[in-house]
Nanobody, 128 residues
Framework: QVQLVESGGGLVQAGGSLRLSCAASGRTFSSYAMAWFRQVPGKEREFVATIRWSGSSTYYADSVKGRFTISTDISTDNAKNTVWLQMNSLKPEDTAVYYC?????????????????WGQGTQVTVSS
């Protein structure tokens, strides 16, 4: 069973940085696309970034391009794999709950409905 567990959220001042991690287990993820989404109350879940496990391809939302970087760290025994989201030059509008997601796909979907597995989310708050 696929399990995704996010960590690394917190409170940071505008202009600061945070690194989120997503520990993924329960499957060999070599053919999966992984992604980060975010959501604020009353709004739809918003795409942030996506990556193939190999790291060969990435895609970002325009709102975070040049500030956020998604990457993967694959363990040798597939017992624990990690997806990172490095967030720099944070803005108050980046405040949201950030979710890690996974789907068995060779594409890089940006719609949240295309993802089958989700973590519980981690809160990121950027103060002005």
């Amino acid at each position: 069973q696929v399990q995704l567990v996010e960590s690394g959220g917190g409170l940071v001042q505008a202009g600061g940085s945070l690194r989120l991690s997503c520990a993924a287990s329960g499957r060999t993820f070599s053919s999966y696309a992984m992604a980060w989404f975010r959501q604020v109350p009353g709004k739809e879940r918003e795409f942030v970034a996506t990556i193939r496990w190999s790291g060969s391809s990435t895609y970002y939302a325009d709102s975070v391009k040049g500030r956020f970087t998604i990457s993967t760290d694959i363990s040798t025994d597939n017992a624990k794999n990690t997806v990172w989201l490095q967030m720099n030059s944070l803005k108050p509008e980046d405040t949201a709950v950030y979710y890690c997601a996974a789907t068995a796909s060779n594409l890089l979907p940006t719609a949240h409905t295309r993802y089958d597995y989700w973590g519980q989310g981690t809160q990121v708050t950027v103060s002005s």
